[in-house]
């Protein structure tokens, strides 16, 4: 087994985390925090995760290569439900976590600061290598169960099936049961894990019924982040 804190990630540890891991197979989540990698550091965005309540295992910088780690690896995250990214944080509370923050005997769930519309695997991916080699110390397989993440403008239909979600191994946010995020968008799978798959394997299993209903609950409320007269470059970490 690996380390439970990553090697070389900053650490910022949290004040909380989602309990018990429940068992199962293991899984690892992407998603987007949706702000600008070029302006909002990843040691702010944990900050601010941790200040309301929702952190993750990671916050990646994939411009700067920076990686901090709030909880460890063996406890579950509190970022899975709820509403998308930092700009929406302040409508985020604890009584909004899923199920499935618990579910498996890993559930690591990495937030990358970057736009679900401008998938990261596009740019400079600082730091990657380090971020799976620890995966893979953990023995989480690579394979991509659910296929590859749907496009931002079409990810809030995506069917998310809880089969596909139980045989573990790498998935997008928007492919997590529960969730109704859209979430990492469209990224290339195969740049970011080394493991290529046909497009919507998986999902071409599941049933289309559920996309419309899907659609509906993804109408989530609107806050920002970010005070009109205050700059973007400000540390998301309020005192």
């Not at 709030?70 to 509403?83: D, F, Y």
């Not at 049933?207 to 899907?214: K, N």
Request: glycine residues 10%.
């Amino acid at each position: 087994m690996g380390y439970a804190w990553m090697p070389g990630a900053r650490c910022v540890r949290a004040a909380t985390d989602g309990g018990a891991l429940k068992g199962g197979a293991p899984r690892v989540v992407w998603q987007t925090l949706r702000v600008d990698p070029r302006l909002v550091s990843a040691h702010s965005a944990a900050q601010r995760l941790d200040q309301v309540g929702r952190p993750c295992h990671l916050v990646w910088n994939p411009l700067t290569g920076e990686i901090v780690q709030l909880i460890p690896i063996l406890r579950a995250g509190c970022s899975l439900g709820g509403v998308d990214g930092l700009d929406h944080v302040r409508c985020a509370a604890a009584d909004h976590l899923t199920r499935v923050n618990t579910e498996g005997r890993l559930c690591v769930q990495v937030s990358v600061v970057a736009f679900p519309w401008e998938p990261f695997t596009r740019g400079p991916m600082v730091g990657l290598d380090g971020i799976l080699e620890w995966l893979d110390s953990w023995h989480i397989p690579r394979r991509w169960t659910a296929g590859s993440p749907e496009p931002f403008a079409h990810a809030h239909a995506t069917p998310r099936c809880r089969r596909l979600w139980a045989r573990g191994g790498h998935y997008g946010g928007s492919q997590v049961p529960e969730c109704a995020t859209a979430d990492p968008g469209a990224v290339d799978v195969e740049k970011l894990t080394g493991v290529a798959v046909p497009h919507n394997v998986g999902l071409l299993r599941q049933s289309r019924d559920t996309a419309p209903a899907l659609a509906r609950q993804a109408r989530i409320p609107v806050g920002r982040v970010f005070e009109p007269e205050e700059p973007a470059t400000a540390s998301l970490a309020r005192s």
